[in-house]
């Protein structure tokens, strides 16, 4: 799973201060899944950060990614075409993308929204550790722009 992230960006905020992310990674830990958070600010942009930064604010928010990468130049961003944070991608073991898009159906910096939102990548999730195809593999991101 790559999760695009800006710890500025108030729909970042709206998931991680409901704890819905980190409620999502460990789902995702527990089936297996591998999880990367991608930090694709530039330097002097909103949300840049340090490495030590990050792995602050990880420890601080109670994220359990397997790591956070710090893609400066913006080059893994741009070769996924991420454009939002939070915006989500999930790649199977063959390398094939198997769901890009929105982490859920409510677009929205509204924490309140959690509660009620379809949760497209914990469905996606769910689908493939049952050996399923993925019901919707590619929804609409929202957020804020990645920071390039």
């Not at 709206?14 to 999880?35: C, E, I, P, R, V």
């Not at 929205?108 to 919707?136: F, H, K």
């Not at 593999?137 to 957020?143: F, H, N, Q, S, V």
């Amino acid at each position: 799973v790559l999760e695009w992230t800006n710890h500025e960006c108030p729909y970042v905020r709206k998931h991680y201060s409901t704890q819905n992310m980190q409620g999502l990674q460990k789902d995702a830990l527990g089936k297996g899944f591998l999880w990367l958070s991608v930090i694709s600010s530039a330097p002097g942009k909103q949300g840049h950060v340090t490495a030590a930064e990050a792995d602050r604010l990880t420890e601080t928010r109670g994220a359990v990614p397997k790591a956070v990468l710090l893609d400066e130049s913006g080059e893994m961003g741009r070769a996924y075409k991420a454009s939002t944070t939070p915006q989500m991608f999930i790649i199977g073991p063959d390398g094939i993308l198997l769901y890009m898009g929105g982490i859920d159906n409510k677009p929205t910096s509204n924490p309140m929204d959690v509660e009620t939102a379809e949760n497209y990548v914990r469905a996606a999730l769910d689908s493939i550790a049952a050996g399923r195809g993925v019901a919707q593999a590619i929804t609409r991101p929202y957020g804020c722009s990645v920071k390039y």
